[in-house]
């Protein structure tokens, strides 16, 4: 067992050997290679070119200093030349007269405007005045117009118009509906059958009450084969009252025949 650490002491001891041997040789190759001509030659080369291309750094920078400097000099001189030419002209009498035909001119202008808004105004006064006067007129005409005869006939033909117009609208609004309408009731040994119709009156289309039957004509012996020509009968009468509604402009409408069997 010593003789295992012995030999691991010792070899650790050849590796750092080893180890910093390497790096004193690097030493010696880096500075021979400082001190060798070609390093020398490499760092004056790179010297010079940082001094040439800071110079032209430097030259560029005075260079748009200087040119600024010039552009700010020139706008001052321009402008106090300006102000130099204003304070001269002002001195002037083309500018005095100038000033007065300025004055003149204002004046006039002012005036023109002054006249329009007095004319705008007054006609705008006499306009009101014109339609207060027109509706006056109005007025008292119609006060005396009602008093005359003339006006109580216009009244009462309107009022006539209106009447006729409600009746008008009135009856476009009313229906009448018809019904053939039969009744057949057994006996012991025979029918008997109530023949008519039945009248619903609608007004917009909603019933009116209720339905009136009409009873016509009674059969004491009634027989199935007759049914049509009571039918017919029926149809006759409802025909002769529906041209004597006609005239009257109310519409009318007739359904298909309704049996019914009476109770016993």
Known sequence: MIIGIVTFFIGMGL??????????KKEDMLIE????????SELEKMYQSGITIGKEIIDEELKNIHENKLE?????EFLKGLDEGKKRFIETNEYKLSLESQFIKGLEEGEIRENKKLKAKFEE??????????????VEGKKRFIETKEYEVILENQFRKGIKEGEEITIKKITIEYTPYIEVKDKMFSKTAKSGYSM?????????????IRIIKTEEKFKEENMKYIVENINNVLTNIMA????LGIPTRVNKPKVENAKK
Do not use: M
């Open 15 to 24: 590796v750092y050997f080893y180890n910093r041997t390497k790096e004193v």
């Open 33 to 40: 290679l400082r001190n060798s001509v070609e390093y020398k």
């Open 72 to 76: 700010v000099y020139g706008k001052n």
């Open 125 to 138: 006064e006499l306009k009101i005045y014109g339609e207060n006067e027109f509706l006056k007129g109005i």
């Open 200 to 212: 619903q009156l609608y007004f917009s289309g909603l019933p009116i009450g209720d339905a009136i």
């Open 244 to 247: 004597t509604i006609d005239p």
